[in-house]
């Protein structure tokens, strides 16, 4: 059995039902067999409800997956469900026979395959196998992504770095320190938001003084993003040859939102390819995707529903390696040899391997957007190899 993990409920109803009609005709043109194995798939929903009640819902989804011996992959969770895969992972790296092998499509969340913040990732491991694996990029390689781009195409060599005061984005500056000395990039300023008595002025008069070519925002600070961008503006114009800002989508679509005047070029790494790519002419998506519509009568547009088939196509492959067991299909995936799924067999036209001393994925693709008019426009990409580890 292959469970699908998405919100069945509320907003993310469209999304979720796109991805798991992905899945169900992708396991058709498969025949719905792997090595004469029937391949077996339910749907499960996680809600879409923030609080208690959301949380309930991912606890009863690992309890059921827990409960029936026949699931040995459960797909998800989606961007955005950091919280409950907090709940989810603990319980089924413990599952009876697993570790319950558990592959995401979107959850991007460094820390439940990299120290990342306090205890992570083993807080995630309680038997000390690992069990999440992804078949997009974590975030903590968007820093790199970004500086490779900010380098190679803005020839930006002076950055000016703005944290959260709590210190949520430090891992990630650590990376973003690391990408660019690698580069040659010198970081000209580092600053926590809200240290100083009156927060704005002296910081933003530091970067002034500072002259960088690019400003990275790092941690959780969208809700003071109207104020970055206002202060950095006032600091070093509003030109087109004034340093462009780099951020996460969350700041960046918060401040399109409230600022789209202020958010205007403002620079976001995404993981994984953009729609241009994924169903690129003659490419396998494009093919899937005509497919789809024959299939649904409607025409399948997002990226994310590729990429759930990608993670499909890894689990079918662990299944297909393993001894049928949910033990076994974990160690398809995080055993001696790394699974792979080559070009010519890959959903998104790239080859994907997954290092099996993490679960993340060894080539990362990273797009480059940037808000224009108050959307998402892709720029440009990148791809930061990791190596074997």
């Given at each position: 059995m292959i469970a699908s993990d998405l919100a069945l409920r509320g907003v993310e109803v469209p999304y979720s039902v796109t991805v798991n009609n992905a899945l169900k005709l992708y396991l058709s043109s498969i025949g719905n067999k792997v090595n004469g194995i029937d391949l077996q798939f339910k749907e499960f929903n996680l809600a879409d409800i923030e609080g208690s009640a959301y949380l309930s819902a991912c606890r009863s989804a690992a309890a059921a997956h827990i409960a029936d011996p026949n699931t040995v992959v459960v797909l998800g969770p989606a961007l955005g469900y950091?919280?409950?895969?907090?709940?989810?992972?603990p319980r089924l790296n413990s599952a009876t026979g697993g570790?319950?092998?558990?592959?995401?499509?979107?959850?991007?969340?460094?820390?439940?395959?990299?120290?990342?913040?306090?205890?992570?990732?083993?807080?995630?491991?309680?038997?000390?196998?690992?069990?999440?694996?992804r078949v997009i990029p974590s975030d903590a390689v968007l820093p790199s992504a970004a500086i490779s781009y900010a380098t190679e195409t803005l020839k930006a060599r002076r950055v000016f770095v703005i944290t959260d005061a709590a210190g949520a984005g430090d891992p990630a500056l650590a990376a973003l320190?690391?990408?660019?000395?690698?580069?040659?990039?010198?970081?000209?300023?580092?600053?926590?938001?809200?240290?100083?008595?009156?927060?704005?002025?002296?910081?933003?008069?530091?970067?002034?003084?500072a002259r960088p070519d690019l400003v990275y925002v790092l941690g959780p600070l969208a809700s003071s993003s109207t104020e970055i961008?206002?202060?950095?503006?006032?600091?070093?114009?509003?030109?087109?040859?004034?340093?462009?800002?780099?951020t996460d989508v969350t700041f960046a679509s918060t401040a399109a939102a409230t600022a789209p005047d202020l958010a205007e070029g403002v620079i976001v790494p995404i993981a994984g390819l953009g729609g241009a790519d994924l169903f690129s002419q003659n490419g396998p998506g494009r093919r899937f995707a005509a497919d789809y519509k024959a299939r649904y009568g409607t025409?399948?547009?997002?990226?994310?529903?590729?990429?759930?088939?990608?993670?499909?196509?890894?689990?079918?492959?662990?299944?297909?390696?393993?001894?049928?067991?949910?033990?076994?299909?974990?160690?398809?995936?995080?055993?001696?040899t790394a699974l792979t799924i080559?070009?010519?067999?890959?959903?998104?036209?790239?080859?994907?391997?997954?290092?099996?001393?993490?679960?993340?994925?060894?080539?990362?693709?990273?797009?480059?957007m940037q808000i224009s008019s108050g959307s998402f426009k892709q720029i440009g990409k990148a791809t930061v190899d990791l190596g074997k580890g």
């Open positions: 950091g919280e409950c895969a907090k709940e989810l992972l570790p319950l092998l558990t592959i995401s499509h979107e959850l991007a969340d460094p820390g439940f395959t990299l120290p990342w913040l306090s205890g992570e990732p083993g807080v995630y491991r309680p038997t000390g196998t690992p069990n999440f694996a320190e690391k990408a660019a000395a690698a580069a040659g990039v010198e970081i000209v300023g580092r600053e926590r938001w809200g240290t100083d008595s009156t927060r704005t002025d002296p910081l933003f008069t530091r970067m002034k003084t961008l206002a202060g950095k503006r006032s600091a070093l114009g509003s030109g087109t040859d004034a340093a462009k800002l780099v025409d399948l547009t997002e990226g994310g529903a590729l990429y759930a088939v990608l993670a499909l196509q890894a689990a079918v492959k662990a299944i297909a390696a393993s001894d049928g067991t949910r033990a076994g299909v974990n160690r398809a995936v995080f055993g001696a080559p070009a010519s067999e890959s959903i998104t036209g790239r080859a994907v391997t997954i290092n099996p001393a993490t679960g993340d994925v060894i080539s990362n693709d990273v797009s480059i």
